[in-house]
């Protein structure tokens, strides 16, 4: 089995910073894309940005500039580096990876996973 668990999440004032952090661990073989998504109340969850294995990148048009997402591949673990925050950042962050992973029958599979989510607050 995989989990993946984010950290880093708080309330902070627009304009300030915050660093989320996402580890994946389990009986992994590999870790391929890997993502931070949003999803504010009321709103549909969205993408924020992605990093492929080999660190390429993609951004929201709406973060880009403001974010920037890396990653760490002898960790499993990627990072999404937030400035300038906005009071339209408010949301909860999932993080999201594509993994190589056993599953109960022994077989190595690629699969979609996510994280429980971290809550973002920015106040004006």
């Known amino acids: 089995q995989v989990q993946l668990v984010e950290s880093g999440g708080g309330l902070v004032q627009a304009g300030g910073s915050l660093r989320l952090s996402c580890v994946a661990s389990g009986s992994i073989a590999s870790v391929n894309t890997m993502g931070w998504y949003r999803q504010a109340p009321g709103k549909q969850r969205e993408l924020v940005a992605t990093i492929t294995r080999t660190s390429t990148t993609n951004y929201a048009d709406s973060v880009k500039g403001r974010f920037t997402i890396s990653r760490d591949n002898a960790k499993n673990t990627v990072y999404l580096q937030m400035n300038g925050l906005e009071p339209e950042d408010t949301a909860v962050y999932y993080c999201?990876?594509?993994?190589?992973?056993?599953?109960?029958?022994?077989?190595?599979?690629?699969?979609?996973?996510w994280g429980q989510g971290t809550q973002v607050t920015v106040s004006s």
């Open positions: 999201n990876g594509r993994i190589v992973a056993r599953n109960r029958l022994g077989y190595y599979i690629e699969d979609d996973y």
